[in-house]
């Protein structure tokens, strides 16, 4: 499936910035500003200067509190992309409620203990992020995440995202059952996205956070549906277009 | 949400001629003209002449099998349909493959050897179907069973039918995680059904079929989304629909 750009302008306007460049210029900015999150249930909480802002808001980080502060904007980073900004593109700090930074290690053990597979689900938002893909939340299309080619104002979002594992979690039922495959499958036919399964498997263990999660191998799996007339030989097609001409 | 008839005249025609009656007069035919099915692998397969054609339409059990033969039509039953009229209305004979009749015993032991989670999909659908529900697979929208309140040509189908269990096969493994349930209650509402999940345990031991299904309870849930706009306390719907007028 070809990606569904919102109009000619937008595809125009996305290829004239990639979003490798606007997340690189987010983190230059953070770094420089020394930001700092703070952590608060499951999301990090963090404060943005107007310029910051339209960063944030560009490369697609968080979501935008309604405040009235008026020189600086608060933003709720969920737990995956609050790590993400800390550990991989190392641009924020984050702190406890106690005003002391955490450590990589600290850190990862907090989340993993607020959320049900979170270092599955963690490693598929920073394989997907690493690739320049926008990463959000998947819960209104009963997935994990859902992928953007770039800021969701300019294009659709092209993939459903399910991160399935080894592992014996809760995370772990999905598409074990034909009717969840096909209810899953057709929910995703019909809000045109294709439906992405990251599976990921843990090898090896012992290596603590950061440097572990390269223990972590993902296999990507896209599934669509069998389409017999689309899927004859060369041949038949070419007879089909040449009639049609 | 209200029966979605397909136009007036189907929602008159469906109250001329109650499902039941429909129902009992195939029950009659089948009865008074001896009729024996052939089990085949996961269905089985059924003689009916042109009058008992139309009641089986009518009726909707099986699938008619297209073939060359005038005077008979072969129909195509699934288990549970073939069950039902068999055990329940006890107007067909199942023969096997040896052309010996297979007792009750004997069917239910084959028909659970071949179907996955079978007896509680059995006791679901002749749960519906006792109450003159028309049940029919659910296969494309990612369920166990849809049903119609009568026939699929007069009305849409309103419950998608969804089919949990205590037992730990591969059946259970739906709706455990929340992006399955999401995805199931998206789906369903995007095609206009409302989730029914009937959750089906088993009491007791040891009693043999057709008198065993008694041990089987059944518990009706519906699933609808929380819409607070038509949540709210009877006072301001008063109060809005004042406005309004």
New interface residues.
């Given amino acids: 499936m070809a990606p569904r750009w919102k109009g000619k302008a937008a595809e125009a306007k996305a290829l004239a910035e990639p979003m490798s460049t606007i997340v690189s210029r987010l983190q230059s900015s953070l770094i420089e500003s020394n930001s700092q999150g703070l952590l608060s249930g499951c999301s990090v909480l963090l404060a943005a200067h107007p310029e910051q802002t339209e960063l944030f808001n560009h490369a697609c980080f968080g979501r935008p509190i309604i405040s009235a502060e008026k020189d600086k904007q608060w933003f709720q980073l969920s737990l995956e992309e609050a790590l993400y900004l800390c550990s991989v593109m190392k641009c924020i700090k984050v702190v406890g409620e106690n005003k002391c930074e955490k450590n990589d290690e600290e850190l990862w053990r907090y989340m993993t203990s607020k959320k049900v597979g979170f270092p599955f689900l963690f490693k598929a938002y920073s394989h997907l992020r690493m690739k320049n893909w926008v990463v959000r939340a998947?819960?209104?299309?009963?997935?994990?995440f859902v992928a953007y080619r770039h800021h969701p104002a300019l294009v659709h979002s092209e993939y459903a995202v399910?991160v399935l594992s080894d592992e014996d979690d809760?995370?772990n039922?999905?598409l074990?059952?034909?009717?969840?495959?096909?209810?899953?499958?057709?929910?995703c036919g019909?809000v045109a996205k294709t439906l992405l399964i990251l599976h990921i498997s843990k090898n090896g263990d012992g290596a603590i956070f950061p440097s572990s999660l390269e223990n972590y191998c993902v296999e990507e799996r896209i599934v669509t549906r069998w389409n017999p007339e689309q899927s004859r030989e060369n041949q038949t097609i070419v007879q089909k277009e040449s009639c049609k001409s």
């Avoid at 998947?138 to 994990?144: C, F, I, L, P, R």
């Avoid at 074990?176 to 929910?187: E, I």
């Fill in positions: 998947g819960t209104q299309y009963g997935v994990d399910l809760n995370k039922t999905r074990k059952a034909w009717s969840d495959f096909h209810c899953t499958l057709r929910l019909s």
